[in-house]
């Protein structure tokens, strides 16, 4: 039967006969079909359904979102908003304490094996983007105000062993391989940034998009590459610079 289909479907894909070729120029046009746009009509219809999205939207997280990633967390602040949902925890053993007015948009946030209460400290009206993964061994903490980008993985281990071997033996980290992330007051990091195990990150600091942290970051610098490295434009934007000057490898 499942031969006798595929050779059908192959016959049409091919337009080996006639007929296929019918069959085939049909389904295209039909899949190709669309209704006109009447603005006048579906444009109110637009927003009806915008403002049914977002009012399904309101009554989810004030009603069954924020309420029940509360009860998950140790501590969390007031105003604690999860606009996308309750974020993916992976871990019963994590700690996970948020100041006032955090914003959490959906992502993931594991916990592994290592050390037996990991903590997530996350400090007031800071907000972790979309599919941002932050992944606690011991200990991970983000300061007040902080801005975390969209997909940004944050990690205070390799999460796996470098030899083959252990990998291959299901092995965790060591204990002594895990080293805790900093992240200061009113820290920007952009969109599909990696912070890796150890780092601090100085107050005031950017991180810019798509940039890896591998090392400590100053205070109120913009970093940015694979491995990031300070960056200067605007003199103005950076008080840092008058301070420091050349050293540091930033650039003057
Ligand atoms: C951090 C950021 C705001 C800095 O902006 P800026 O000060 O205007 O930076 P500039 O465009 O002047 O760039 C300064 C230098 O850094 C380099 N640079 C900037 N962003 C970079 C990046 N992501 N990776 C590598 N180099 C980068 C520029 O090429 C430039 O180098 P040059 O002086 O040799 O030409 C910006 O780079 C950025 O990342 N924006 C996106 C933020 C984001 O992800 N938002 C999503 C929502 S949180």
Redesign the pocket.
Known sequence: MKNLVSRIVLTIKRRETPLADFIYRLAKGLRSFSLPTVKPLHLPLYYLDRGLHEGLQWLLHTFWWSPLFRARCEVAGKNLRVPNGIPYVVGSHLLIMLGDNVTIQRSTIGASRVFDEPVLRIGNASTV?YGTVISVAKEIVIGDNC?I??NCIIMDSDDHPISPGKRLAGEGVKPEDVLPVRIGNNV?I??NCAILKGVTIGDNS?I????VITKDVLENC?Y??YPARP?V??ID?LDVVKEYGGEHGIPT
Do not use: N
């Open positions: 983007g801005l980008g969209p920007w952009g969109s950017i810019a998009t798509h940039s913009i940015a590459g960056t434009r605007d934007k």
